[in-house]
């Protein structure tokens, strides 16, 4: 920029120099009335590229030169004709109102591209303002636009509710304490904004609708920012950052309030579902236990037996969908830990059907496990719980007894436990909300929420009529492929 400033001077000083050679050593092509209008033709020239003070200097002595080389008497300062005095008064007003008009239209033209790169400022800040996610991660490059455009300040000092100080610099108690009235307020602060006058620095917030975000605190000393247009461009910044903090806040508040509507949908359709598991059984044991009390003297042993196995069998469903809702409840819980180590797939099917054979479950499904199969990380309690949940709802809706298969082997990095039956199967929208007839409400639930816990899948595909294929995958430890 200084090196622009000098070459332009040079070369304005150059067109002056040669004018006055042309006046002081002059041809014959260059008389008393065409000299006039080649000396304002060049001081209008040089003037643009000189300061005010020095271009009216110069274009003086060039009048001064024009008056002693060709103005008669010549080589004297002196003028005989009234018209010859004239003509100097003309060529010296008209020489001044030209470099005056000209260094002002530059001036206005340097101001209006100033602003025009203020507002290009502005736009670009703007779109990076829409583009962010977290507008005040953006605090460093608004930091940097507010010290480039701030006239007048030893230092600037931005924050949102605390001033966050570069180095080597302190704010004493009052100008913290102007910090926080500018943020209470949402209002400009401080000299010449006819708010706290006493105050020495400039306070400009960065307003929302509703509340200031955050302040720029402009340290000044003794400067004085009334007028300044800088302020008004600085304070449009400030505005602009303070309207993304409120719009980021809105979202925030928004998604809060989905994910709560979110939160008591679940917990109706939670509430739902062990109501309806529960239901069915629960029905069983009071007509059972209402049978044996009411009718023990007509009952035989083997009808009072009867209803009492299936009292039994009833109350170990209910266990089972307490089991469900009690560990689903703890993986729902914020920061919950599950313990997890490496296990035997083996000894979690053979556990698994170890727990089938206690009840007694007449129709066990045919197993299949591929040789070989790697060691899982992974909860053996809960994993086993998705098994049995699986297998005793394919049980229930095989549609033929012994149908039912447990299919285990490795695939693309993950162990996959299919279970298969050859029931009446569910379509798109029933395996999509988890059909209730089939029994997987709770135990579904369930099922998925181990399957996100261990970072693995559960899937379901189906053909009416044909069964049902849940496909539950567990994810192979790095060190164990």
Request: proline share 4%; aromatic share 4%; hydrophobic share 45%.
């Amino acid at each position: 920029m200084k090196l622009n400033v000098l070459s332009a001077s040079v070369l304005g000083v150059t067109m002056w120099a040669a004018l006055m050679l042309l006046l002081t050593y002059p041809h014959d092509w260059i008389t008393l009335a065409n000299a006039p209008v080649l000396l304002i033709l060049v001081s209008s020239i040089y003037s643009l590229l000189l300061p005010l003070a020095l271009s009216l200097a110069l274009s003086a002595l060039a009048v001064l030169m024009f008056n002693y080389q060709m103005v008669p008497p010549v080589h004297t300062f002196h003028v005989d004709l009234h018209e010859h005095g004239i003509l100097l008064i003309t060529m010296m007003g008209v020489s001044w109102l030209v470099t005056y008009l000209l260094r002002r239209q530059k001036q206005i033209a340097a101001r209006e591209h100033e602003q025009a790169q203020r507002t290009l400022q502005l736009m670009q800040w703007s779109e990076q303002l829409r583009e962010v996610e977290d507008p005040q991660t953006l605090l460093p490059q608004l930091v940097q636009l507010v010290r480039t455009l701030a006239e007048n300040c030893r230092s600037v000092v931005l924050g949102f509710q605390e001033p966050e100080l570069p180095a080597g610099t302190t704010l004493n108690k009052l100008q913290l304490e102007g910090f926080q009235a500018c943020l209470k307020e949402n209002k400009a602060l401080g000299k010449s904004t006819g708010r706290y006058e006493n105050l020495d620095d400039l306070y400009l917030p960065m307003r929302g609708k509703s509340n200031a975000y955050g302040v720029c605190l402009c340290l000044g000393d003794s400067a004085d920012f009334d007028g300044q247009l800088w302020v008004r461009d600085v304070q449009a910044l400030l505005d602009q950052m303070g309207l993304a903090c409120e719009r980021r806040e809105n979202l925030l508040r928004a998604q809060s309030a989905r994910e709560l509507a979110q939160n008591q949908k679940t917990r109706s359709l939670f509430l739902t579902s062990i109501a309806h598991d529960q239901r069915t059984p629960l029905a069983s044991i009071m007509t059972s236990a209402s049978a044996i009390l009411e009718q023990a003297e007509q009952l035989s042993k083997e009808e009072i037996r009867h209803y009492a196995e299936l009292i039994h069998d009833e109350s170990e469903q209910v266990a089972r969908l307490t089991d469900n809702t009690l560990t689903l409840a703890r993986l729902s819980g914020d920061q919950v830990q599950v313990p997890m180590q490496l296990e035997s797939v083996e000894d979690m099917v053979a556990a698994v059907f170890q727990r089938l054979r206690q009840r007694r479950q007449p129709h066990l499904p045919t197993v299949k496990v591929q040789a070989g199969l790697p060691l899982l990380n992974c909860n053996m309690v809960l994993v086993e719980q998705v098994l049995d949940n699986l297998i005793d709802n394919a049980i229930k809706h095989s549609g033929a007894p012994h149908t039912v298969e447990l299919n285990v082997a490795r695939r693309e990095g993950e162990v996959l436990f299919d279970v298969t039956d050859r029931g009446k199967g569910m379509n798109a929208e029933q395996i999509a909300l988890g059909d209730r007839s089939r029994g997987l409400g709770i135990g579904l639930q369930l099922c998925l929420a181990v399957a996100q816990f261990h970072a693995g899948r559960l899937v379901f595909s189906s053909q009416a009529g044909s069964g049902l294929l849940a496909s539950f995958a567990l994810p192979v430890p790095v060190d164990q492929e």
